[in-house]
Each structure stands twice: as C-alpha cells, then as structure tokens.
Nanobody, 117 residues
C-alpha cells in the first residue's frame, strides 16, 4: 500500500512563502514522476508543478517564477517552495507520484493553503 503524507500547508499573508512536503511510504520502488495539483473551491483540480525522475520540471503558467518543485530520491520526498503567494493560490494542494509500469497516480490526502489579502 503506497501512502503519501503531506505537510507544510497553512495560512499566510499575500507576498509570503510556504514550503510543502510530500513523503512517500518507505519501501516504495520505481517512482517516476512526482508533483502537485491544487483545487480551489468551485474549480477543477489543476496541475501546479511536476518533476521527472531525471529532474526535469514543468510548471503551470500561473505559478512559473514563484514556485519551485524539487525532490529527494533517497527520501522519496517531493517539495514545493511557494514564494510571492497570492490570494488566488488559495486551494487544497495534493501531491502525487507515478511508478514505472503502473497505470495511474498515487495521491496524498491534501493540505490546505490559504493566502489572505
């Protein structure tokens, strides 16, 4: 059973920073891509950032230049450094991982990020 445990969400003022972490359960092998989605109230879930096993990254246009995704392959952990936060970044953030040879994503439980104006 793959488990992803997220941490780092919270309440911050506009212009502030937060760092999200997502650790995959020990013993999980063949992790491929890792990343983050978010879902704001009344909106569809959207991809925020992704990183491949080789370190290639991709970002949503709305966060490019403000957010940085990274990963620690030894710890099976993915991070999302969020700077210059805006009220429109308010959402529940979900991490995910994919595994080589396995269809579909594994998901974290979600962590709330609230940015006040």
């Amino acid at each position: 059973q793959v488990q992803l445990v997220e941490s780092g969400g919270g309440l911050v003022q506009a212009g502030g920073s937060l760092r999200l972490s997502c650790a995959a359960s020990r013993g999980i092998f063949s992790i491929n891509a890792m990343g983050w989605y978010r879902q704001a109230p009344g909106k569809q879930r959207e991809l925020v950032a992704a990183i491949t096993s080789g370190g290639m990254t991709d970002y949503a246009v709305a966060v490019k230049g403000r957010f940085t995704i990274s990963r620690d392959n030894i710890k099976n952990t993915v991070y999302l450094q969020m700077n210059s936060l805006k009220p429109e970044d308010t959402a529940v953030y979900y991490c995910y991982v994919t595994r080589v040879g396995v269809t579909g994503n594994y998901w974290g439980q979600g962590t709330q990020v609230t940015v006040s104006s």
